[in-house]
């Protein structure tokens, strides 16, 4: 009669095991699991008109999501056009510190769920010298050569 109770237990264990998540059960399904590891964000890009929202895994770098960001972005049409490269962009939590976020970090171990995006600023300083050089360059090259300043109106 022991085993016969030992057997049905056995079975019992067996047949729990392979049935999906019941309420009361201690453990969940796997395909629970990834679910409850999923994050609701608000990305709130620098010069655009309201927040983008969506969904991210708590595991997922800051890097993707700046670049998912990008391309929800250009996806909805939205302006001014930032173009796709996530080198060019920062990441900061929009009740944190002033530092941005690192690239190579999870986006789940900021804590935060509210996030600004902008554009890095050596970038547009780069680009702003460079269009500057390109539109006065006889001017610069009279004040060299006469030690002269002319003016631009």
């Not at 999923?38 to 927040?51: E, F, Q």
Request: hydrophobic fraction near 40%.
């Amino acid at each position: 009669m022991e085993r016969g109770l030992d057997r049905s237990l056995e079975k019992r264990v067996r047949v729990s095991r392979s049935l999906p998540f019941m309420p009361g059960s201690s453990t969940l399904p796997k395909k629970n699991q990834n679910k409850s590891n999923r994050l609701l964000i608000s990305v709130t890009v620098v010069g655009s008109a309201g927040p983008l929202r969506f969904l991210v895994n708590a595991d997922e770098l800051v890097m993707a999501v700046i670049e998912q960001t990008l391309k929800s972005y250009a996806h909805e049409g939205r302006l001014p056009v930032l173009g796709s490269d996530f080198n060019k962009f920062l990441l900061y939590c929009a009740h944190g510190g002033s530092d941005a976020l690192s690239p190579n970090e999870t986006i789940g171990s900021f804590g935060g769920r509210n996030f600004v995006l902008c554009k890095k600023r050596g970038i547009d300083l780069a680009a702003a010298e460079a269009a500057a050089k390109s539109t006065s360059g006889w001017k610069s090259w009279l004040n060299k050569s006469f030690h002269l300043k002319i003016s631009s109106h």
